[in-house]
Each structure stands twice: as C-alpha cells, then as structure tokens.
C-alpha cells in the first residue's frame, strides 16, 4: 500500500528523507531522482547495479520512503512522471548552466518555483496546518525564529501576525531568539523556520521555548531533521535546489507559500477583528504613499487648505 504523501509524488518524499536514509539508500535514491522514468521502467535487479548495491537495500529504501515494494515503487515513478509530463511539454526546472541566455533562466527560474509551490500543496498536511492555526489563533504571543534567509520568511509571518492584531515577534539573532524562548510560557507559540531543519540556533530556541511550556511549530522541507526532534507540530515544504537556487530561492517561495495559508487560516478565525485591524493599518500608511492618475501621473495631495 503506498503512502498517501508518496502517492502524491514520491520524488518529494524521496527529496524530502534523502538526508535520513543510510548511504546504501541514499545511491538507490540518487538512481531514482536522477531519471525517474527510468527507474519506472528497469527491475530492481538493475536498479541495485546502478546503485552499487543488493535488492534487499533497494527493498529497504523502498520502505523507507513509504511504499510497500520495489514493484509500487514503480508504478508510483510511472504515474508521477505521467503527471509531471502532462504539466509540461519540456522540463524547464532542470540546472541552470553557464551556457543558458537570460531567456532559459528566467524559463527555469519560473518554472521551479512553481513546480515548489504546486508540490508543497501537494504535500502540505491540512490536518496539520488546521492545528497551528488553532494554536496561533489562540496564543497569547506569537515568537517566530529564523535565520539567513529563513530570517526574512520570520519576518513576513511576524508582521502579516501584527497586521490583523495579534501579538507576534520575530527574531534572527541567536542571544535574542534565546532569551525569548526563556519567558515564553505554556499559551504560548514558537515558530521555527529552517529548509534544512539542521540549523543550530533555531532549533535551540525552539527547544528552549518547549522546555518553557509553549507550543513549538517547525516549518522544514526535510520531515525527519532535528528541528522535528523539538516541534509540537511540523509543517513541511518541498523545494529543490539546485546549483544556483542553493540561494534559498525555491525553499523560500514554498515557505513564503505555507506563511500565507497559515496567515489567512489565522484571519479567519478572528475575522471582524482581522477586518478592523487591516483597515486600520491601511489607513496610517495611506499618507505616506504617493498617488498617481491613471495616466501615470502624481496627483494633487488635498491637504484640506
């Protein structure tokens, strides 16, 4: 019986598990990702010599990654790469190399993105995602870890959090992020952002924040890091980055993809007040923007004299 996420596509669980899987697994997963239609096509016999390794690894890596056999596993390659066909008539979201003109980066560029977008909604569990949004609807203070650019991705569920009225801190500094998690109390809600979900100084604070009673929230790409070890609750996206994407350039469009859900699930829980508080927040910004006509032009600011 296939799992129900490696049904959606199996290349994203396999993405998603590669750093969790023995050496032996991770060869047979390198074979796998490197031409899935291929795999689909070959027997676990050859599967295992390209790997360098037994059919009982390859069996093994199969479980692993939640199918019940190298025959699922199959079939599973087939149907995903039916789809995946069927999306595009050629597939743009290989690497970039230094021989593509502008026109083919941006074609990549473009189709990567949304390729991680479309496979983090795939993936993403609603089950999961509805019991962060109770959590965070009802939190007391809302204190949201990251950093590099897992930091600007903090900052956006911060002050989208703040726009609609709830209490909500984000912080990139590893003594800070520290000595918040250290006055967080149980109705509490840390939230710790990190593609890897191996970054030392978030999963620090979010652990400091469990040991404190608050609810710990991890968004990740990789479902078995540390940063599970220390989550309540674990969101996950499902990029891929490549050679000049190592940037944070798709785990950030599927992080910023996840933010958003969460941020309007949250807004609806709390609806007149989020309404109220939007409004309100547009309108202290509204002077400080210039207006312009349609053709283009600023217009006269009445200012009342």
Known sequence: MIDERAENSPLVRIRSLLPGLARAEQRVAKVVLDNPASVARRSITEVADAAGT???????????????????LRIALAADTA????????????????????????????????????????????????????????????????????AFVALDLQQKLH???RVSFAWNDTHIMLTSAAVLGSGDVAVGISHTGATTDTVE??????????????????????????????LT??????????????SRIAQLTVIDCLFIGVAQRHLPTAMGALEATRDAVGPHRLETRPDGRRKTRDTGK
Not at 108 to 118: C, L, Q, S, Y
Request: proline share 3%; glycine share 8%; with cysteine.
């Open 163 to 165: 726009r609609i009225g």
């Open 205 to 234: 604070a979010l652990r400091t924040a469990r040991q404190r009673g608050a609810t710990t929230v991890a968004l990740t790409n990789f479902p078995r890091s540390p940063i599970t070890e220390v989550a309540d609750l674990v």
């Open 54 to 72: 037994s059919e009982t690894t390859v069996t093994r890596f199969c479980k692993a990654i939640g199918v019940g056999g190298y025959p699922e």
């Open 83 to 150: 789809r995946t066909e069927a999306r595009a008539e050629r597939d743009l979201g290989g690497e970039i190399s230094p021989e593509d003109d502008l026109a083919q980066v941006v074609s990549k560029v473009t189709f990567a993105d949304a390729r991680a977008v479309e496979e983090t909604a795939d993936q993403l569990e609603i089950a999961t995602l509805q019991q962060v949004v109770d959590v965070i609807a009802a939190a007391g203070r809302v204190d949201v870890y990251g950093v590099g650019a897992s």
């Open 237 to 250: 996206t499902a990029a891929r980055e490549t050679t000049f994407r190592s940037g944070a350039m798709a």
